[in-house]
C-alpha cells in the first residue's frame, strides 16, 4: 500500500483533474490510498464568501462556477456536491443572520472545498472504470481535539484508520479511498481543520498508520531540490534527506511538507517521497529517517525574507543566570516565536518575522536593556552536515567575501543540520546564488 496526496493546485479543473486520475490509475497495482486537497482556489473563494456573508450577502457564485463547470467538463454527474451546495448556501445564510463567523463556523465552511473535491475526483475515476469510494476524513477514523483551525489529532486515530482500511490494504475490496485532506471531527462530530500543513499531516497519518510502504506527495518540480530554481537556474534534484533535514528546509522556506506532518512517519520510520506530478517517471526525492550512504556535505540552500533581527545588550546583566530567560519570557508573554538566536554573556541577537508587531516586546525589554532593531533582512540557511562546519564556513565566507556581501548574524541549528546566516533582504538572492555556487559548484 501507498499513500498518494495532491495538493489543490493539482486538482484545479477538469485538465489537471484527468492527469491526477491518470496517476492515480498508473499506480493502481500498489494499493495507493488517496489525499486530496480543495481544489484551486476554492478555500480562499470560501473564506470570501463568509465575508460578505458577515456583511450581509450571501454568494456562493465562484464556489458554484467552478465545480459546476467542472464536472461538466468531465461528463459526470456528480449529485453529491450539489447537495453540498445547498448546505453551503444555508450555512452562509445563517451567517449573514448573525453577522458573525467563529472559528468553529469557520472550519465548517472551509470542509466544503475538500468534500466537494474528493466526490468529484471519485465521479470521474469512477466513469473511466476504476473502482473507487470517496471518504469524508471522519468517515477513516480521523478523531481530533477541539481547536478549530488547529486542532490536533488525537492518539486514538493510530487505531481508527486500519480498522477502516484494512480491508482494502488486504484486497478484500478493490475501491481506492479518496480521503479530504485536512479535514477531522472532534469526539462531539463537529467538523475541524488541522491548521498549517493539514493536508500533509492527514497523509502522513494514514501512511503511519497502515504501515504504507511509502507516502507521496505530488508536486509541479522533480522532488526536493538543491535550491529555489526561481533562484539558483540549475539546481538539481536532492534524491535523499533526513526526516530533520526536511523538517529544517520547511522551516527555512523550503516548500516541503510541514514540519509537524513528519510527526506521524518518524514514529514509525515509513518513507516520504516529493514526486513531480508532470514528470512520473522522475524517481523524485525521498525522505528517510538516516542517509543511506556518507552524509552529504551540504543538501540544500534555502532563505526567507521579510525578517526582522533584534539585537539585545545589557552589560548591567553580566553573568546573571536569569538574563536569558527574562529576554524569552518577554517573547513568550507576547506570543511572538523567534526563528534563530546568537547568544553571548550580555547581548542576545534574534531574528523574528517582519510582519509582527513589536511595540509591546520591544517597551518590555527595553526596561533591562538597550535594544536595536533592524529591519528589511533575510535568512540564509545552507542544510548541511554542521559537525564539518569549520570546511562549509571556509568555502561560504571566502566566497561571500570576493563579492563583497557581509553576513550580519549567524546562527548553527542544534540538530547539527543547518547553519544560518542573515544578510540584507536585497542581497538574499545573490548569497544564495554565490553558497550554491561554491558549495555545490555550479
Not at 47 to 67: P, R, S
Not at 210 to 221: N, R, S
Not at 340 to 357: E, G, R
Request: proline fraction near 2%; include cysteine.
Amino acid at each position: 500500500m501507498i499513500v498518494m496526496k495532491f495538493g489543490g493546485s493539482s486538482v484545479a479543473n477538469a485538465e489537471r483533474i484527468r492527469h491526477v486520475a491518470s496517476i492515480i490509475q498508473a499506480y493502481k497495482e500498489s494499493r495507493p490510498v488517496v489525499v486530496l486537497s480543495a481544489m484551486g482556489d476554492t478555500t480562499d473563494h470560501l473564506l470570501e464568501a463568509a465575508d460578505e456573508a458577515v456583511k450581509g450577502k450571501v454568494d456562493i457564485e465562484k464556489v458554484e462556477k467552478l465545480h459546476y463547470e467542472t464536472a461538466k467538463a468531465l461528463a459526470v454527474e456528480v449529485p453529491e456536491i450539489k447537495l453540498l451546495l445547498d448546505e453551503l448556501k444555508t450555512l452562509l445564510t445563517g451567517i449573514s443572520m448573525l453577522h458573525e463567523l467563529t472559528k468553529r463556523t469557520r472550519d465548517y465552511l472551509v470542509s466544503f472545498g475538500e468534500r466537494m473535491s474528493v466526490r468529484m475526483m471519485a465521479a470521474f475515476l469512477k466513469k473511466e472504470g476504476t473502482p473507487v469510494k470517496f471518504y469524508d476524513a471522519w468517515d477513516i477514523g480521523m478523531v481530533s481535539d477541539s481547536n478549530y483551525m488547529a486542532a490536533e489529532l488525537l492518539d486514538e486515530v493510530w487505531e481508527n484508520i486500519p480498522s477502516h482500511l484494512n480491508d482494502y490494504k488486504n484486497g478484500k475490496t478493490d475501491e481506492i479511498p479518496v480521503v479530504t485532506g485536512f479535514l477531522a471531527q472532534d469526539r462531539n462530530g463537529i467538523i475541524t481543520t488541522l491548521g498549517r500543513g493539514g493536508s500533509d499531516l492527514s497523509a502522513t497519518m494514514i501512511g503511519a498508520a497502515m504501515g504504507a510502504e511509502e507516502i507521496q506527495t505530488w508536486k509541479d518540480v522533480d522532488g526536493i531540490l538543491t535550491s529555489d530554481p526561481r533562484i539558483v537556474s540549475d539546481a538539481r534534484t536532492v534524491s535523499e534527506v533526513t526526516y530533520e533535514e526536511a523538517q529544517e528546509l520547511a522551516m527555512f522556506g523550503s516548500q516541503v511538507l510541514h514540519p509537524r506532518s513528519m510527526i506521524p512517519c518518524r514514529k514509525t520510520g515509513t518513507p516520504v517521497r516529493v514526486k513531480n506530478s508532470y514528470n512520473i517517471k522522475s524517481a523524485g526525492s525521498i525522505i528517510v529517517e538516516k542517509h543511506s550512504g556518507k552524509t552529504p556535505l551540504v543538501t540544500a540552500i534555502t532563505t526567507i525574507k521579510d525578517v526582522t533581527i533584534i539585537d539585545i545588550e545589557s552589560s548591567r546583566m553580566l553573568g546573571a543566570s536569569g538574563f536569558l530567560a527574562h529576554v524569552f519570557n518577554q517573547f513568550l508573554k507576547w506570543n511572538i516565536s523567534v526563528d534563530v538566536i546568537a547568544t553571548s554573556q550580555v547581548s542576545v541577537s534574534l531574528t523574528v518575522s517582519s510582519k509582527i508587531d513589536l511595540t509591546g516586546v520591544i517597551e518590555d525589554l527595553k526596561r533591562v536593556a538597550d535594544v536595536t532593531v533592524k529591519k528589511d533582512k533575510a535568512i540564509v540557511t545552507v542544510i548541511c552536515d554542521a559537525l564539518r562546519s569549520s570546511s562549509i564556513l571556509a568555502k561560504s565566507f571566502a566566497a561571500l567575501s570576493s563579492e563583497g556581501i557581509n553576513v550580519q548574524m549567524i546562527s548553527q541549528g542544534a540538530s547539527k543540520v543547518n547553519i544560518s546566516m542573515l544578510v540584507d533582504s536585497n542581497q538574499a538572492a545573490s548569497t544564495v546564488q554565490i553558497l550554491h555556487k561554491a558549495l555545490f559548484g555550479c
